[in-house]
Every structure is written in structure tokens, then in C-alpha cells.
């Protein structure tokens, strides 16, 4: 997948723009606070569904403006294509090829990039909801029914802790509905194990090669899904069968708690290197490298699913790279396309066609 072109009006401090961008490296750069993030945080919405800072669509409209509109126009192997978001007052728009779309899932689901961007950089040390919404973006952009098993069951998940809360506090709680949230969050919780569970096997199994390839063979990653079900369940209804038991068997713990103890919302990732727990023993530079071979393994992960590469977007990342990594990031991109901020315009050998100057909110290719 090649982004070809993203417009934006009254977008962050971008009155309006329209930047045009290559196959191959590209590079935003420019001051601090110029708008470098602005852009790329402007093309994730449409991977993403939202911001990735975490912002509500009314903070991404310019001061003193009452809505913004974004446009990414993009090439897959089956052609050309745009996306449109727009928001005005408390109006969503989204179109695709021109034709409205209503759910943001088909957003979602056209649009594929991977994100790397300062904060990711601590993705091994982070807090294992760091790790889980890694996964959850990772996954999403694969398969689209994730985003609707994941919403199924934190719905679940609210109307049990919800209940829960009101016995820890001494009410009197219904003990069957108490049962069947359960059931119904097992269900949902059954298929997201096995994707996640899957998804790492495959996510794994290219992060090593990478780190492999990057440390000159002496190193080895392992990444590995841990939740509270058993490694060794493969079938589905087994699965399900086990959250049942778990959900129903802790009920009377987790009335004095008032909340869920168990289930995927509780899930991690497990990094080890060379054998031993990353996030314990592994040097920062080494923490760095893994997070930069979990990114572009989710790259590979997402071609092997989708048939073609999504568009990986690099924000502020390569200056905190040492040189070898530089290299092999630039030096073996193949047929990727990576859009790459720095403050820094001529570090990384990148050709001067594919720089895009980037000053107070305007883009000059
Ligand atoms: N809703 C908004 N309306 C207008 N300007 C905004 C809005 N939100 C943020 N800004 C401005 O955008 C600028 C930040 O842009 P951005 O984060 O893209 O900078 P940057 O070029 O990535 O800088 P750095 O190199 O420091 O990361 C800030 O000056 C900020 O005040
Ligand atoms: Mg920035």
C-alpha cells in the first residue's frame, strides 16, 4: 500500500494542505511544533480510527475553526483509492471513493499503516495495557471482526464489573445475570485469545529474524502470549469452556473486589531476549531494537494477512536509533514505503525529491 497524497483543512495548525508523497523513504522535517506530528497524526486517523495521541476529534480542530475535513488518497494492488473524515459541530463524515461510509471499522479496515513514534520506544517496560493495545491495533488492522469481538466483550466486561462493584458495596446483586455476563464475555474472550494467540506466534517468529538479522546473529527474541488460560487449548469451545470456568468459579472473590480478576483485558505479552525476560535484563538500546523489530514485524504480519505492506510511519523515531539501525531501516525497506519526521534534513540519506519541508502548518514537497 503506497500513500500517495494527504489533504487537510483546519486540521491541528493546518489551515490547508495537500502533500503529495513517493514510494520508498520520505521525510517530514522542520523545527519543533511545525507540524510534523500534525501530519502523520492526521493519516494515522484513518488506520487508526482516532488520534493515536489520544485525542477527541474536538482537539483536532484548528483554534478558532468549527470542524476539520482530512483526505487520504492511496494506492493498493487493486487501484486507487480515497478516504475522507470529516467533523463539524458533533457531525462524523466518512467517505470512501466518495461513497458515505457510516461504520469506522471500513475506515479502519481500507487504510493500513504501522505506527513508531517516541512513546513506543518504552513498549517492552510499559505497562502490560500498553502491550495489550499494541496488540489490539496490531490486530484490528487485519481483521476487522477483532474490533467487534473486542467491543462485545469490554461491553460485557463494564456490565459485570458493574455489578460486581455493587456487591463489593454490600447490595444485592442478581447472581444470574452475573453468570451469563460471564458466559457471553467468555464467548467473546474465546476468539480474541486465539487470535492474539496466533497473531504473536506470527509476530514472534519475525521479530527474531530481525533482531537476528540487526545484532549480526548473536541475539534472539522470543515474544509470547500470556493469559489465564491454558497455552496448550487450541479448539475454540475448549477455550471457552476454560473462561466459563474461570469467570463462574471466581464470582464470590470478585464480589469483595468489585471487578473483573480474570480475562483477556488482564492478558500480556511476554518479551524475552537470549532467554531472559527483556523487560528485566535487556540494555535500553536493546529494548529499543526489539520494539523496532516488533514494528516491523507487524509490517510483515499485516502483508501476510492482507497481501500487501501497510504504509509504516516513522515519527521522531530514527534520531533515537544509532546508526546501524538507521541503515538497516532505510537500507532494506524493499517495497515498503515509510514516512519518516525529524528535525533533521539531512541525516539519513534519504534523496532530496522525497523531503517535504514542513514550517507553521504548510508542507513544501
Ligand atoms: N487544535 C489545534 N489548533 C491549532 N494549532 C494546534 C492545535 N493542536 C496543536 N496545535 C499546534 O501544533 C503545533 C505542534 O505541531 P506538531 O506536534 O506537529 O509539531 P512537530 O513539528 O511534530 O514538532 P516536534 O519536532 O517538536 O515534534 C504546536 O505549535 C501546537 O500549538
Ligand atoms: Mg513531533
Redesign the pocket.
Known amino acids: 500500500m503506497i500513500l500517495r497524497r494527504f489533504k487537510a483543512e483546519n486540521f ?2 493546518i489551515e490547508g494542505c495537500d502533500i503529495t508523497f513517493s514510494p520508498g523513504v520520505n521525510l517530514l522535517y ?10 502523520v497524526e492526521g493519516i494515522y486517523v484513518f488506520a487508526r480510527g482516532k488520534s493515536f495521541r489520544l485525542a477527541d476529534d474536538k ?5 478558532g475553526s468549527d470542524g476539520f475535513r482530512i483526505l487520504v488518497e492511496y494506492e493498493t494492488k487493486d487501484g486507487i483509492n480515497t478516504l475522507e473524515y470529516a467533523f463539524f459541530g458533533r457531525e462524523r463524515r466518512r467517505k470512501k471513493n466518495g461513497y458515505k461510509i457510516d461504520k469506522i471499522k471500513e475506515m479502519i479496515g481500507s487504510f493500513k499503516a504501522v505506527l513508531f513514534y517516541p512513546d513506543d520506544l518504552l513498549l517492552v517496560k510499559a505497562s502490560p495495557e500498553e502491550r495489550r493495545a499494541f496488540l489490539n491495533v496490531a490486530i484490528g488492522q487485519c481483521y476487522d471482526v477483532y474490533i467487534s469481538y473486542y467491543a462485545n466483550y469490554k461491553k460485557a466486561l463494564e456490565n459485570r464489573n458493574c455489578l460486581l462493584k455493587l456487591a463489593s458495596k454490600g447490595m444485592a446483586v442478581d447472581g444470574n445475570e452475573l453468570i451469563s455476563w460471564s458466559y457471553y464475555m467468555a464467548e467473546y474472550a474465546s476468539y480474541i485469545h486465539l487470535m492474539r494467540k496466533e497473531y504473536t506466534a506470527r509476530l514472534s517468529e519475525y521479530a527474531n529474524g530481525i533482531i537476528k538479522e540487526i545484532s549480526g546473529g548473536k541475539e534472539e527474541v522470543n515474544i509470547s502470549y500470556k493469559s489465564d488460560v491454558e497455552e496448550n487449548l487450541s479448539k475454540r469451545e475448549d477455550v471457552e469452556a476454560e473462561y466459563r470456568k474461570i469467570f463462574t468459579e471466581n464470582i464470590e472473590k470478585e464480589k469483595i473486589v468489585g471487578s473483573s480478576l480474570y480475562g483477556v483485558h488482564r492478558d500480556d505479552l511476554l518479551i524475552d531476549l537470549n532467554g531472559k525476560s527483556a523487560r528485566h535484563f535487556a540494555s535500553q538500546g536493546q529494548q529499543r531494537s526489539i520494539v523496532l523489530a516488533m514494528k516491523l514485524a507487524e509490517g510483515e504480519v499485516n502483508k501476510d494477512i492482507c497481501g500487501e505492506y501497510p504504509v509504516f510511519l516513522f515519527d ?1 523515531v530514527l534520531s533515537e536509533l544509532d546508526e546501524e539501525r538507521r541503515k538497516y531501516l532505510i537500507g532494506g525497506i524493499g517495497e515498503r514505503q515509510i514516512i519518516i ?1 525529524s ?1 533533521e534534513r539531512d541525516s539519513f540519506g534519504i534523496s532530496d525529491a522525497n523531503k517535504i519541508e ?1 514550517s507553521l502548518g504548510s508542507y513544501k514537497n
Open positions: 491541528r495548525n522542520g523545527n519543533n511544533a511545525q507540524g510534523k506530528t500534525n501530519a482537539e483536532l480542530v484548528r483554534f521522531d519526521t528535525c514542513v
